[in-house]
């Protein structure tokens, strides 16, 4: 099973920007997303790409966030600008929309002034 481990979270002011990095154990196919969640919500599914470089945002993160996989290197990003106070949340890399039982730690983002 691949494993994942994500980093680059931290403490921002709103308006801010981080990137985030996400290493996979393999190669994979798949389509893979950053996930994130707050405190108190469940785990919603932010961003996504295919092998192929398509994308998916969800409505609360488009035009703020982009996305982006190395293929290569078995890598993903994501680009956060304009960081606002709801992006407050642990943020995850899995398979999208059929994610995989393994979780890694996370990273945690913290918007706040």
């Known amino acids: 099973q691949l494993q994942l481990v994500e980093s680059g979270g931290g403490l921002v002011q709103p308006g801010g920007s981080l990137r985030l990095s996400c290493a996979f154990s393999?190669?994979?196919?798949?389509?893979m997303g950053w996930y994130r969640q707050a405190p108190g919500k469940q785990r919603e599914l932010v961003a996504d790409?295919?092998?192929?470089?398509?994308?998916n945002y969800a409505d609360s993160v488009k035009g703020r966030f982009t996305i982006s996989r190395d293929a290569a290197k078995n890598t993903m990003s994501l680009q956060m600008n304009s960081l606002k106070r709801e992006d407050t949340a642990v943020y995850y890399c899995n398979r999208a929309g059929d994610p995989y039982d393994y979780w890694g730690q996370g990273t945690q983002v913290t918007v706040s002034s």
């Open positions: 393999s190669f994979t196919l798949h389509v």
């Open positions: 790409i295919a092998l192929d470089g398509t994308t």
